[in-house]
């Protein structure tokens, strides 16, 4: 067949599968209006109509792009003489066979690993080209009897930056692919320098996680954390895309929004508010609340007047501290131990007790008054405030933890909540009661995360596994992790293997020198980026006028495809964005919200300024100095950082 008849064909099974996935949304649609009358019960017709809008929402988020990106064609195995498509979902119209497989299905993972070494049966690998309008204009066949490079596939991956980040879903590595298919139970740590992918492995293994354990999911969900708000916006698009749309996706501060913080603490409180020991403290706060004995419990009960005498009621407390049950967990088995041994006194002078009396008793006023002294019920930000407004309470607590100057750094003076006030509300929350849990939690750029942040990371995945995504070089923070087994300890994964991927996709050849140059000043045991591309532009120059020299680059930039950015010290941010004209494809950005983020172009002002403007300004820079995918503009009036001059 010539390759005109094959185009033909190839566009006319596009179509059909377009004619198929409209019909199987107009069906989920009529499936949302009637499933309410459909089904039995109130609560079956809740969770019916919430799967059926679920999936309704699923199919209307299919972009109008391509439908499939990859066809297999099987030469042996137990697929021989199959042919499937792949792409981001299942199309179909049972009891037809499919037209399109879903990238998550296990058929599908021959497309991502199939070589030369080992075929896994596929004859022919095909990938397709596409327009920008979604249209199919060409295709290119793999043999596999030796390994090459796809034309197709270095397009896709070198493809400009506008807008949200993508899916990797047509161009995902084999190494990537493992990463993203290891089992729900395993909690996995990936080390990735910028463009190695390290992020869309981690949404892609969520989407795959939902796919492949989706009813072992569907009470905890996943959840996936994000440094901030518009790094979230960045990679909000990419989820839907594959598929799945009920993903939860956030920051920690808003996990944690008790309430609205209004101030920050000074750099002094922060360090110690977000240190591990803080924990201690806090235990001992919370615990310095019980009480003890101060006589008999007499309950009257009618005719009755049941009794527990001092010593058991001392004898109670101390079996439940032994046992180390949470706060909360605690003071309901003392008043549940409590009513049991009234029980048992009942029940020798031949009563015959159900349920309602033990509720009773439990509620009786004698029984609540003695549980609230003997175990106090405890509000978390009443207890974090009154510790830190209180110099005894915080000493008492803090006695040999804490020393005076970090006491004093974290006494309030204002009643205002900072950030770090709602970490260690969290904490105490946690030790009263457990907080809603995950089946599976993905956190990116964790190596920015204290040992108090990673506690509340923690205490959500107790039962479930993580997805710990990160680069020690990019460690930002005060309490920047700067080795991955400690940190994972705080996260409550221990023993964690940690993978590193250390292809740079994305990132040009010409940027990866300079940003492995700077490594050796960051103090940090993380292997260098190896770049898989041959090209990019790297331009450093020494200007009189920052201002009128960023004007130009940006006006240079222009003339060529994709996304801008231009990243400095964040002082100098709104002097630049005054200076240049407002154009929809550049971004003026401080260097410390750079993160995460990436662009075509970048053009970094005055290194020297990002470096001195706060304590790991060395590797605040590696992180600017890699938003880069193709070209790099490097423009200064001061002498270069010695870690990169020359």
């Known amino acids: 067949m010539s390759l005109d008849s094959q185009l033909a064909e190839e566009r006319a099974h596009l179509a059909a599968s377009r004619a198929v996935l409209a019909r199987m949304l107009d069906t989920a649609r009529l499936r949302v209006a009637t499933g309410a009358q459909v089904a039995g019960d109130r609560y079956t017709a809740e969770t019916l109509g919430r799967m059926l809008r679920t999936y309704a929402k699923e199919l209307a988020a299919e972009p109008d792009g391509p439908l499939f990106f990859g066809r297999l064609s099987f030469g042996e195995g137990e697929h021989r003489g199959q042919r499937y498509y792949i792409g981001r979902r299942h199309v179909a119209e049972p009891p037809e066979e499919p037209l399109v497989v879903d990238w998550r299905a296990p058929v599908s993972r021959a497309f991502y690993r199939a070589s030369a070494r080992d075929r896994l049966g596929v004859a022919v690998r095909r990938r397709y080209g596409w327009s920008v309008r979604g249209e199919l204009t060409g295709f290119e066949d793999e043999p596999l009897d030796h390994d090459t490079t796809s034309r197709l596939l270095t397009e896709e991956i070198l493809r400009p930056r506008v807008g949200p980040m993508r899916d990797i879903v047509a161009t995902i590595q084999p190494d990537q692919d493992e990463l993203v298919r290891a089992d729900l139970g395993a909690s996995l740590c990936v080390q990735g320098a910028p463009g190695t992918g390290k992020t869309a492995v981690g949404l892609h293994r969520a989407a795959y996680l939902l796919y492949a354990h989706r009813q072992r999911l569907a009470r905890g969900g996943v959840l996936v954390l994000g440094p901030n708000s518009a790094f979230l916006s960045y990679i909000g698009a990419v989820l839907p895309a594959l598929g799945e749309v009920d993903v939860e ?81 605690g003071r309901e088995r003392l008043r549940s131990r409590i009513v049991d041994r009234l029980r048992r006194q009942a029940e020798l002078r031949g009563l015959e007790l159900g349920a309602a009396w033990a509720q009773r008793i439990g509620r009786s006023r004698a029984v609540r008054d003695v549980v609230d002294h003997l175990w106090p019920p405890v509000r978390p930000e009443r207890l974090v405030a009154t510790l830190l407004s209180d110099p005894a309470a915080l000493a008492d607590a803090a006695d040999g933890v804490l020393d005076a100057a970090e006491q004093a750094a974290i006494l309030r003076r204002t009643p205002r909540w900072t950030p770090a006030d709602l970490l260690l509300v969290d904490e105490v929350a946690g ?83 300079l940003a492995n140059r700077l490594l050796a000043a960051l103090d940090v045991d993380v292997p260098a980026t190896r770049p898989v591309r041959d090209d990019g532009v790297l331009r450093i120059e020494r200007v009189d006028d920052l ?8 006006r240079t930039a222009l003339r060529q495809p994709g996304s801008i950015g231009v990243i400095a010290a964040d002082a100098a941010v709104a002097g630049l964005e005054k200076a240049l004209t407002p154009d929809p494809r550049v971004t003026v950005l401080p260097a410390s919200l750079a993160k995460g983020l990436e662009y075509d172009h970048v053009v970094v002002v005055e290194p020297a300024d990002i470096v001195a403007a706060e304590p790991r300004g060395p590797h605040r820079l590696y992180v600017v100095l890699t938003r880069a995918v193709s070209r790099l503009d490097i423009l200064h009036h001061r002498p270069l950082p010695r870690s990169i001059a020359g």
């Open 547 to 554: 201002a009128a020299a960023t004007v130009e680059a940006v």
């Open 249 to 329: 996706q956030r920051t920690l501060d808003q996990l944690l929004a008790y309430r609205r913080a209004s101030t920050m603490d000074t750099d002094a409180a922060a360090a110690v508010k977000h240190d591990a020991r803080m924990a201690t403290v806090l235990s001992r706060a919370l615990y310095a609340g019980l009480g003890e004995p101060t006589g008999p419990l007499a309950v009257p009960d009618g005719s009755f007047r049941w009794r527990v005498s001092e010593g058991v009621l001392a004898g109670l407390m101390a079996q439940i501290w032994h046992e180390s049950p949470l706060y909360g967990i």
């Open 431 to 513: 030790l009263i009661d457990h907080p809603p849990r995950y089946g599976h939690v993905i956190v990116d750029e964790a190596q920015d995360l204290s040992p108090m942040q990673c506690r509340a990371v923690a205490r959500r995945s107790t039962h479930g596994s993580l997805t710990v995504l990160g680069d020690l070089a990019q460690g930002t923070t005060a309490w920047a992790a700067t080795d991955w087994p400690s940190q994972l300890a705080h996260l409550g994964k221990p023993g964690t293997p940690v993978i590193a991927l250390t292809a740079g996709f994305r990132v040009s050849a010409a940027v990866v020198p």
